[in-house]
């Protein structure tokens, strides 16, 4: 059984960063695909980036924070970031991370919820302008 814990949520202003945490346990994070959703209030959960270990390509980003986010794991700590710059108001969501160990050809498949099995509570970003 693998548990996901979030932190490094918070209030920042407009243009400031943050990085997100989500800390691994119960199995080794190295071999799962890791992904970061977020859900903002009355809309739906979108996926934010996920860190693929065996594709080439390895990340991928959804388009609202390509060139703003980054998507990183230290695998000595068990444990995958997000990091998180040039905040925006609409980036305002609680943040979830997910993992699974589906193999898909195409990374474009870790881009809706479906395939992953293992869920955190999430960490809430509040973005002021």
């Known amino acids: 059984q693998v548990q996901l814990v979030e932190s490094g949520g918070g209030l920042v202003q407009a243009g400031g960063s943050l990085r997100l945490s989500c800390a691994v346990s119960?199995?080794?994070?190295?071999?799962?695909?890791m992904g970061w959703f977020r859900q903002a209030p009355g809309k739906e959960r979108e996926f934010v980036a996920a860190a693929i270990p065996w594709s080439r390509d390895n990340t991928y980003y959804g388009d609202s924070v390509k060139g703003r986010f980054t998507i990183s794991r230290d695998n000595a700590k068990n444990t995958v970031y997000l990091q998180m710059n040039s905040l925006k108001p609409d980036d305002t969501a609680v943040y979830h991370c997910?993992?699974?160990?589906?193999?898909?050809?195409?990374?474009?498949?870790?881009?809706?919820?479906?395939?992953?099995?293992?869920w955190g509570q999430g960490t809430q970003v509040t973005v002021s302008s």
């Open positions: 997910a993992a699974t160990q589906k193999v898909y050809l195409s990374g474009s498949y870790y881009y809706s919820e479906g395939p992953y099995d293992y």
């Open positions: 119960g199995r080794t994070a190295s071999s799962y695909v």
